[in-house]
């Protein structure tokens, strides 16, 4: 089970979902189509999610996950190691 994190919503999930399954380096043009969410909110969330080293960026403004992504998603990390940095 996956922990709550309280800065983290719907779309953070879906986003590292959709990287974790597809194991492609996406935009965040290419995600938010299709994930159906606007590229701007897709941005504000691949940032937050790169702050705290859950993907990365690769090539410009590509982004893949890490393993510490991988592990949030299958539950392997406590909340309280994903504390919001800014």
């Known amino acids: ?10 779309t953070d999930n879906r986003i590292l979902e959709l990287l974790d399954e597809s194991d492609l380096i996406l935009s965040p043009a290419v995600t938010a189509i299709n994930l159906d969410y606007s ?4 941005s504000r969330r691949m940032s937050q999610l790169e702050n705290a080293n859950l993907i990365e960026k690769v090539n410009g403004s ?15 990390i406590d909340a309280n190691e994903l504390k919001k940095r800014s």
């Open 39 to 42: 590229r701007n909110w897709v």
């Open 1 to 10: 089970m996956r922990p709550r994190v309280e800065w983290m919503n719907q």
């Open 62 to 76: 590509y982004y893949q996950i890490t393993d510490r992504g991988r592990a949030y998603l299958s539950g392997q």
